[in-house]
């Protein structure tokens, strides 16, 4: 099984194994094209709103082996960046940062609060975009699970900053940008990407703006 935490830290090993696993969760028929990017600072390959994000919610860059970048195109179009970090003569996979653009509008940022000790974090910036998030109450308690801050690896615990918001684009439309971690699953021998969920609160984000 595919726990996203591998004995190798050469991307023509692991970067074919985590190819997979987001293709099993999107559920494409043919093998996904990617990009790799070697160490350093993530290229903003959708324009500003990402250029320095990766960097800040993992807290720097040193461990920083690869980023692969997804450009997925089904259910929806949208954009996968994955961090592989070192783990000792290996790797595992960190953050992932997804990104789909909306139809719906924004009049400006909105922002998912950080973490809180008990109850959902709430939407907050744009007042007519929050009010109209934070009144669906499935969408809000979901997205506090997905984007999550801390998680495990491996058995390494992992840590970033919360990160989940929605952008006004220019010419119209809106782009939403959340953070996440892989997700143990089976009891720590495999690992999941969420991907159904991201796509499905896409959705749900576009549907309730």
Same mark, same amino acid.
């Given at each position: 099984m595919n726990t996203l935490a591998y004995s190798s830290q050469k991307i023509e090993t692991i970067g074919p194994k985590i190819e997979e696993k987001i293709r099993e969760e999107v559920g494409a028929p043919a093998p996904l094209a990617y990009e790799v990017e070697e160490g350093g600072a993530s290229k903003a390959s959708l324009g500003s709103v990402l250029g320095d994000i990766a960097g800040a919610l993992i807290g720097g860059e040193a461990n920083q082996l690869y980023y692969l970048h997804f450009n997925l195109q089904q259910p929806r179009p949208a954009h996968l960046q994955v961090s592989v970090s070192r783990q000792g003569v290996g790797s595992h996979v960190g953050l992932l940062l997804y990104s789909a653009p909306l139809s719906k509008p924004v009049g400006g940022e909105v922002n998912l609060e950080d973490p809180k000790t008990f109850g959902n974090s709430k939407f907050t910036g744009d007042a007519a975009a929050s009010e109209r998030l934070n009144a669906q109450g499935d969408l809000v308690k979901r997205v506090n699970k997905l984007a999550r801050t801390e998680s495990s690896v491996g058995g390494l615990k992992l840590t970033i900053k919360r990160c989940c918001k929605i952008v @006004?684009? !220019? &010419?119209? &439309? =809106?782009? /939403? *940008?959340?953070?996440? /971690? @892989?997700? @143990?699953?089976?009891?720590? %021998? =495999?690992?999941? *990407?969420?991907?159904?969920? %991201? %796509? !499905? /609160?896409? &959705?749900? *984000?576009e549907a309730a703006l």
């Open positions: @006004p684009q !220019d &010419g119209g &439309g =809106s782009l /939403l *940008v959340i953070s996440t /971690l @892989p997700r @143990p699953t089976k009891m720590g %021998f =495999s690992a999941t *990407v969420d991907a159904k969920e %991201f %796509f !499905d /609160l896409a &959705g749900m *984000v």
